[in-house]
């Protein structure tokens, strides 16, 4: 059974930094594209990073870009979204997510279970 399942998030004052893992099990992830996505409580999720399978495409959303990274080591199956200069509005709950092809508005068709970073101010 495919699985992902997120990791690190917490909670971090403003300005801070937190790095997010998301390690897939139950079969290979490394020919998927992944991406992070968050949801905020009354608002809708969106994807803030993908990431193409071979890491050579990346896409950020506009909110997030300049201060988040994603990366991956297919060798570990492993996705990371490295966040820096944290804003308030960055608390939401983070889930990762594997799909066909990187974007911010793909399909995906497996998700992880979510990790809540909270910012504060």
């Known amino acids: 059974q495919a699985q992902l399942v997120e990791s690190g998030g917490g909670l971090v004052q403003a300005g801070g930094s937190l790095r997010l893992s998301c390690a897939a099990s139950g079969r290979t992830f490394s020919t998927y594209a992944m991406g992070w996505f968050r949801q905020a409580p009354g608002k809708e999720r969106e994807c803030v990073a993908s990431i193409s399978w071979t890491g050579g495409i990346r896409v950020y959303a506009d909110s997030v870009k300049g201060r988040f990274t994603i990366s991956r080591d297919n060798a570990k199956n492993t996705v990371y979204l490295q966040m820096n200069s944290l804003k308030p509005e960055d608390t939401a709950v983070y889930y990762c997510?594997?799909?066909?092809?990187?974007?911010?508005?793909?399909?995906?068709?497996?998700w992880g279970q979510g990790t809540q970073v909270t910012v504060s101010s």
């Open positions: 997510a594997a799909g066909g092809a990187a974007g911010l508005h793909t399909t995906y068709h497996y």
